[in-house]
C-alpha cells in the first residue's frame, strides 16, 4: 500500500506520540532506585514495547514491518515496498538520562535534565516504495523535535520543536565510542568541528539538513541495519545526495537488512570525499 505524503506525516505523528507516551509510562513504572544500576536489560524491555506498539499501528496502514526489536523478514525487504521502526536509536544516551534522573534519587526527572545534544536519542521511521526511500520521520525523544521528508518533493521537509546547534563550517558526527583508522583520519582534519552523538540516525539527518559546507556522519563500531538509516537516506534523496554502505557501494533497500561492512557513511559537500575513496581503495 503506498501512502500520500498527507497519510504518512499523519502516521508518523501518530507513531511519535504513542512512541513518547510509552517511553514515559515504561521507564516511569520502573522500580528503581539510586544504588540500583540501569543497565541495557532495561533498554530492551522499553525498545521491545515501543516496537510492539509501533509495529501494530504499521499493520493496520497495511504496511509490511521491518524492525529492531521485532520483525526482521528479509522477504520483505526484497519486496522493496516496508516500513522501518527503530524504538531507540541512541541505547547510551536512553542510559545517560536514566542515571541523570536516578542521581536525583526520583526516577520522575526522567529527561527533566537537559544532558546536552550529545545524550539526545530518537525513534527513527521510514518508508520504502519500490526499493527507494520514499518517507522518513524523526522524533527526538529528548527536545521533542519531530522531523518528517518526503522524498519526492525537496521542499516538504518539515521541522517542528527545538533544534539542536552545531556551530561550524566543516562538521564530523561521530559516535562516543572510538571508531577505526578511517575515523581518526575524519576528526584530525583542520578546520572541523567534532560532535559525538549518541544517536546514529540523527548524525546522518543533521549531516543533510544543516547549513554546512561539508558535513560527514560515519559508523565503524556497530553494525548497521536500515532501521538506523533510512529517515537519513529519504532526506539524502529529496536533497540529490547518497549513503554509501562501509564497503563503498551506494545503500540498497531490496537486498539485506544489516548493512554490508558494518556501517555506513553519509557525506555532504567536498571536504571529506577522501573517506569514501578510502572505503573504496580497501574493497577494489
Same mark, same amino acid.
Given at each position: 500500500?503506498?501512502?500520500? #505524503?498527507?497519510?504518512?506525516?499523519?502516521?508518523? *505523528?501518530?507513531?511519535? /506520540?504513542?512512541?513518547?507516551?510509552?517511553?514515559?509510562?515504561?521507564?516511569?513504572? #520502573?522500580?528503581?532506585?539510586?544504588?540500583?544500576?540501569?543497565?541495557?536489560?532495561?533498554?530492551?524491555?522499553?525498545?521491545?514495547?515501543?516496537?510492539?506498539?509501533? /509495529?501494530?499501528?504499521?499493520?493496520?496502514?497495511?504496511?509490511?514491518?521491518?524492525?529492531?526489536?521485532?520483525?526482521?523478514?528479509? !522477504?520483505?525487504?526484497?519486496?522493496?515496498?516496508?516500513?522501518?521502526?527503530?524504538?531507540?536509536?541512541?541505547?547510551?544516551?536512553?542510559?545517560?538520562?536514566?542515571?541523570?534522573?536516578?542521581? +536525583?534519587?526520583?526516577?520522575?526527572?526522567?529527561?527533566?535534565?537537559?544532558?546536552?545534544?550529545?545524550?539526545?536519542?530518537?525513534?527513527?521511521?521510514?518508508?520504502?516504495?519500490?526499493? !527507494?526511500?520514499?518517507?522518513?520521520?524523526?522524533?527526538?525523544?529528548? /527536545?521533542?523535535?519531530?522531523?518528517?521528508?518526503?522524498?519526492?518533493?525537496?521542499?516538504?521537509?518539515? *521541522?517542528?520543536?527545538?533544534?539542536?546547534?552545531?556551530?561550524? +563550517?566543516?562538521?564530523?558526527?561521530?559516535?562516543? *565510542?572510538?571508531?577505526?583508522?578511517?575515523?581518526?583520519?575524519?576528526?584530525?582534519?583542520?578546520?572541523?568541528?567534532?560532535?559525538?552523538?549518541?544517536?546514529?540516525?540523527?548524525?546522518?539527518?543533521? +549531516?543533510?539538513?544543516?547549513?554546512?559546507?561539508?558535513?560527514?556522519?560515519?559508523?565503524?563500531?556497530?553494525?548497521?541495519?536500515?532501521?538506523?538509516?533510512?529517515?537519513?537516506?529519504?532526506?539524502?534523496?529529496?536533497?540529490?545526495?547518497?549513503?554509501?554502505?562501509? /564497503?563503498?557501494?551506494?545503500?540498497?533497500?531490496?537486498?539485506?537488512?544489516?548493512?554490508?561492512?558494518?556501517?555506513?557513511?553519509?557525506?555532504?559537500?567536498?571536504?571529506?570525499?577522501?573517506?569514501?575513496?578510502?572505503?573504496?581503495?580497501?574493497?577494489?
Amino acid at each position: 500500500m503506498n501512502l500520500t #505524503q498527507p497519510q504518512a506525516y499523519t502516521l508518523f *505523528r501518530k507513531m511519535f /506520540t504513542e512512541a513518547d507516551k510509552t517511553l514515559t509510562d515504561f521507564t516511569l513504572s #520502573q522500580d528503581l532506585k539510586i544504588e540500583q544500576k540501569a543497565d541495557k536489560t532495561l533498554v530492551t524491555a522499553c525498545d521491545e514495547k515501543i516496537d510492539s506498539v509501533l /509495529t501494530q499501528i504499521g499493520v493496520e496502514a497495511g504496511l509490511n514491518v521491518v524492525s529492531e526489536e521485532g520483525q526482521k523478514s528479509v !522477504e520483505v525487504v526484497q519486496s522493496g515496498n516496508y516500513i522501518t521502526i527503530d524504538p531507540i536509536d541512541g541505547t547510551l544516551a536512553y542510559l545517560e538520562h536514566l542515571k541523570a534522573a536516578l542521581a +536525583t534519587s526520583d526516577i520522575s526527572n526522567f529527561l527533566k535534565i537537559d544532558l546536552g545534544n550529545e545524550w539526545d536519542f530518537c525513534l527513527l521511521v521510514g518508508i520504502v516504495e519500490s526499493a !527507494e526511500p520514499r518517507f522518513g520521520g524523526i522524533f527526538n525523544y529528548v /527536545t521533542k523535535e519531530i522531523i518528517l521528508i518526503d522524498s519526492a518533493e525537496s521542499n516538504s521537509l518539515v *521541522r517542528e520543536g527545538m533544534a539542536r546547534k552545531f556551530p561550524g +563550517t566543516n562538521i564530523a558526527f561521530v559516535d562516543q *565510542r572510538k571508531g577505526d583508522e578511517l575515523e581518526t583520519e575524519i576528526v584530525s582534519q583542520t578546520e572541523t568541528n567534532v560532535y559525538p552523538l549518541a544517536s546514529y540516525g540523527l548524525r546522518v539527518a543533521y +549531516t543533510f539538513l544543516n547549513n554546512f559546507d561539508s558535513a560527514i556522519a560515519y559508523l565503524s563500531v556497530q553494525q548497521t541495519g536500515l532501521w538506523d538509516i533510512l529517515p537519513g537516506a529519504a532526506i539524502a534523496k529529496a536533497y540529490g545526495q547518497k549513503i554509501y554502505t562501509n /564497503t563503498g557501494k551506494e545503500l540498497s533497500l531490496n537486498e539485506y537488512i544489516a548493512l554490508p561492512g558494518k556501517g555506513a557513511l553519509a557525506i555532504k559537500g567536498d571536504k571529506f570525499k577522501f573517506a569514501l575513496e578510502n572505503i573504496l581503495s580497501k574493497n577494489n
